[in-house]
C-alpha cells in the first residue's frame, strides 16, 4: 500500500508541473515561471515555503530565480556554494538533505530566517551528470522529520523541476539568440546606410559654398542625428550584465581557487591595469569566458594576458582543450558584445591553432 501511495504521489507531481508547462505564456517573465514552480511544488508537498536557485557552474554559485511562501522581506540574492557544505552535499550525493540549526551559517541569514525556523530542506536539481540548481524548502512551524516517502517525492520534484528548468532556459536562450540577431542586422542596416549617406552629407556641406549661418545650421542638426543613430545601435539588448562589487584581478583568483584542476595564471600584463570605467565589462568577458571553456571544452589552462596603452586596453583570454571545431561564439558572449558597443568596446572570439580558442576584449582607454 505504502508502494501504491507513493506512485500516487508522483503521478500526482507530474500532472500538476505538466500543467504548469502546458499554461505557459511564451512571453512570461522568468521570475514569474520559476515562482509558479514554487507554488506547485509546494502543492504536492508539505511544504509552505520555497525558492528556487540557477546553479552557476564557473562561478559555483547558486542565484535565486523564483519563489513561494517567503516570509518577512524574503531574499534576494546568490548562495557561494563552496561555503555552503550541506548544499554541496546535496549536489554530489544527489540527495535530499535538512539544513539544521547548526549548519544555518551555512546559508545567508536573511535566506534562513526568510524561510522560517524550521530547518529547510535542500533538494539538488540535476539533470544527466548537470548541476541545474536547487530548491529550498521549508514547512508549516509543527513539521517534524522527513519521512522516506517525502523526500522520495522532494527528490523526484527536483529532478522534473531540473527537466522544465533546463527546457525553459533552452527556449529563453533561442528567443534571445533570435532578438540578437535582428538588432546587430538592424544596426549593421543603420550604419552602412543611414550613417554613411547622412556623414556624407554632413561632409559636403562642411565646405564653403554655403552662407556661415546656414552651414552651422545644417552641420549641427546632422551632427545630432549622426548621434542619435550611433545611441541608438549602442543600446543594450538585455541589462548590463550585474557583477559584484570586486576586481578583475580577484575574480581571476576567486576561479582559480574554485577550479583548482584549472590551471588559471596571468601570462602577460597585470590585472590591475584595467581602466575604472571598463572594470565590470572586463569582469563580464572573463567570467562568460571561463563560462565556455568549462562548458564547451575540456580545459587544463586557462591564461589572461593585458595590455594598456595611451589609447587602447586589450585583454584576452585563451584556453585549451577544444576538440574539434568548435560552434563559435556563444549567446553570452554576444549579448556582452552587443552592450559593448555603448562603450565603444569590441568582443569577439577566435579558434586558434592547437586545440585553443581566444577571447579578446579591445576598448578606448578612455571614454
Same mark, same amino acid.
Given at each position: 500500500?505504502?508502494? /501504491?501511495?507513493?506512485?500516487?504521489?508522483?503521478?500526482?507531481?507530474?500532472?500538476?508541473?505538466?500543467?504548469?508547462?502546458?499554461?505557459?505564456?511564451?512571453?512570461?517573465?522568468?521570475?514569474?515561471?520559476?515562482?509558479?514552480?514554487?507554488?506547485?511544488?509546494?502543492?504536492?508537498?508539505?511544504?509552505?515555503?520555497?525558492?528556487?536557485?540557477?546553479?552557476?557552474?564557473?562561478?559555483?554559485?547558486?542565484?535565486?530565480?523564483?519563489s513561494?511562501?517567503?516570509?518577512?522581506?524574503?531574499?534576494?540574492?546568490?548562495?557561494?556554494?563552496?561555503?555552503?557544505?550541506?548544499?554541496?552535499?546535496?549536489?554530489?550525493?544527489?540527495?535530499?538533505?535538512?539544513?539544521?540549526?547548526?549548519?544555518?551559517?551555512?546559508?545567508?541569514?536573511?535566506?534562513f530566517?526568510?524561510?522560517?525556523?524550521?530547518?529547510?530542506?535542500?533538494?539538488?536539481?540535476?539533470?544527466?551528470?548537470?548541476?541545474?540548481?536547487?530548491?529550498?524548502?521549508?514547512?508549516?512551524?509543527?513539521?517534524?522529520?522527513? #519521512?522516506?516517502?517525502e523526500?522520495?517525492?522532494?527528490?523526484?520534484?527536483?529532478?522534473?523541476?531540473?527537466?522544465?528548468?533546463?527546457a525553459?532556459?533552452?527556449?529563453?536562450q533561442?528567443? #534571445?539568440?533570435?532578438?540578437?540577431?535582428?538588432?546587430?542586422?538592424?544596426?549593421?542596416?543603420?550604419?552602412?546606410?543611414?550613417?554613411?549617406?547622412?556623414?556624407?552629407?554632413?561632409?559636403?556641406?562642411?565646405?564653403d559654398?554655403?552662407?556661415?549661418?546656414?552651414?552651422?545650421?545644417?552641420?549641427?542638426?546632422?551632427?545630432?542625428?549622426?548621434?542619435?543613430? #550611433?545611441?541608438s545601435?549602442?543600446?543594450?539588448?538585455v541589462?548590463?550584465?550585474?557583477?559584484?562589487?570586486?576586481?578583475?584581478?580577484?575574480?581571476?583568483?576567486?576561479?582559480?581557487?574554485?577550479?583548482?584542476?584549472?590551471?588559471?595564471k596571468?601570462?602577460?600584463?597585470?590585472p590591475?591595469?584595467?581602466?575604472?570605467?571598463?572594470?565590470?565589462?572586463?569582469?563580464?568577458?572573463?567570467?562568460?569566458?571561463?563560462?565556455?571553456?568549462?562548458?564547451?571544452?575540456?580545459?587544463?589552462?586557462?591564461?589572461?594576458?593585458?595590455?594598456?596603452?595611451?589609447?587602447?586596453?586589450?585583454?584576452?583570454?585563451?584556453?585549451?582543450?577544444?576538440?574539434?571545431?568548435?560552434?563559435?561564439?556563444?549567446?553570452?558572449?554576444?549579448?556582452?558584445?552587443?552592450?559593448?558597443?555603448?562603450?565603444?568596446?569590441?568582443?569577439?572570439?577566435? /579558434?586558434?591553432?592547437?586545440?585553443?580558442?581566444?577571447?579578446?576584449?579591445?576598448?578606448?582607454?578612455?571614454?
Amino acid at each position: 500500500m505504502a508502494h /501504491q501511495s507513493g506512485q500516487a504521489e508522483h503521478v500526482v507531481t507530474l500532472e500538476v508541473i505538466t500543467d504548469l508547462l502546458l499554461s505557459v505564456e511564451g512571453n512570461e517573465p522568468p521570475e514569474s515561471f520559476y515562482n509558479r514552480l514554487c507554488e506547485a511544488v509546494c502543492r504536492v508537498t508539505a511544504m509552505t515555503r520555497a525558492t528556487i536557485f540557477d546553479y552557476d557552474r564557473a562561478l559555483q554559485r547558486a542565484t535565486m530565480t523564483g519563489s513561494f511562501g517567503l516570509g518577512g522581506d524574503g531574499f534576494q540574492g546568490s548562495i557561494q556554494i563552496e561555503s555552503s557544505p550541506m548544499i554541496l552535499t546535496a549536489l554530489q550525493r544527489d540527495r535530499v538533505v535538512t539544513i539544521g540549526a547548526a549548519d544555518g551559517d551555512s546559508l545567508p541569514r536573511e535566506l534562513f530566517d526568510a524561510l522560517g525556523s524550521v530547518a529547510p530542506v535542500c533538494t539538488p536539481m540535476i539533470a544527466g551528470d548537470r548541476w541545474v540548481g536547487l530548491i529550498l524548502t521549508s514547512g508549516p512551524a509543527e513539521f517534524g522529520q522527513l #519521512r522516506d516517502s517525502e523526500r522520495s517525492l522532494l527528490w523526484t520534484l527536483g529532478k522534473t523541476v531540473a527537466l522544465a528548468a533546463v527546457a525553459r532556459q533552452a527556449t529563453t536562450q533561442g528567443e #534571445r539568440a533570435r532578438q540578437l540577431e535582428e538588432r546587430i542586422s538592424w544596426a549593421r542596416t543603420i550604419h552602412d546606410s543611414a550613417i554613411q549617406r547622412v556623414f556624407g552629407v554632413y561632409l559636403a556641406l562642411s565646405g564653403d559654398r554655403l552662407e556661415t549661418a546656414v552651414q552651422e545650421r545644417c552641420a549641427d542638426e546632422l551632427e545630432g542625428a549622426l548621434n542619435e543613430l #550611433r545611441s541608438s545601435i549602442e543600446r543594450p539588448l538585455v541589462a548590463t550584465t550585474e557583477i559584484e562589487a570586486t576586481s578583475v584581478a580577484q575574480e581571476i583568483a576567486r576561479i582559480a581557487a574554485l577550479h583548482p584542476g584549472l590551471d588559471v595564471k596571468v601570462e602577460v600584463g597585470d590585472p590591475a591595469s584595467v581602466p575604472r570605467h571598463l572594470e565590470m565589462l572586463s569582469q563580464a568577458v572573463f567570467v562568460e569566458a571561463v563560462r565556455n571553456a568549462l562548458g564547451h571544452a575540456k580545459p587544463r589552462e586557462l591564461s589572461v594576458r593585458f595590455d594598456l596603452t595611451p589609447e587602447v586596453f586589450t585583454m584576452e583570454i585563451i584556453n585549451d582543450g577544444v576538440t574539434g571545431h568548435s560552434h563559435g561564439t556563444g549567446l553570452g558572449l554576444r549579448l556582452i558584445a552587443l552592450e559593448a558597443l555603448g562603450l565603444s568596446a569590441t568582443v569577439e572570439g577566435e /579558434q586558434l591553432n592547437g586545440g585553443r580558442w581566444r577571447t579578446r576584449l579591445v576598448a578606448p582607454n578612455e571614454r
